[in-house]
């Protein structure tokens, strides 16, 4: 009984773990890493010691450039700090008023207006807003990518286990 109750509850973790790829306030492939741990901690799996510390390094890995990626690529080209915050303030305004797509077009204009105060020409402005919003919506399907497959693998341990 209480393994059903662990599996339904890893299952709600991967699920809001995949959510979190999406909203920033979530840590998207770290509660999937989590449901994992719990189910080989409570179930037990057939996955191997190498597979658990595998996926352990690919999500602080992901986690660390969900961060660092976007402030590489608007620094390479020039980015103020104006333009940093300003993406940064615009994700969360965007979050706020318009979830959860509004992150993605807050950051876009957070940075391109960051860097117009910055006294930037338009384009260069733009040029730091697009890179910013490629770099962001990168690591989205890349922690989509980690998180949809620790979810593949925990539902199948799941099956394993139950069938």
Known sequence: MIEIIVITLGLLI?????IGCIIPAVPGPPLNYVSLILLELVVGTNYTTEFFLFWAALTVL????DYALPLIGAKA???SSFGIWGSVIGMI???????????ILGLFLGAVTGELL????EWQALKVGTVTFMASMLMILVKLAASGMMTYYFIKASFDFLF
């Open 62 to 65: 992901v986690t660390v450039l």
């Open 77 to 79: 080209y020039k980015a």
């Open 118 to 121: 910055a006294g930037k020409e």
């Open 93 to 103: 305004i965007g979050i706020i008023f318009f979830p959860p797509f509004g992150m």
């Open 14 to 18: 991967a699920f809001v773990g995949i």
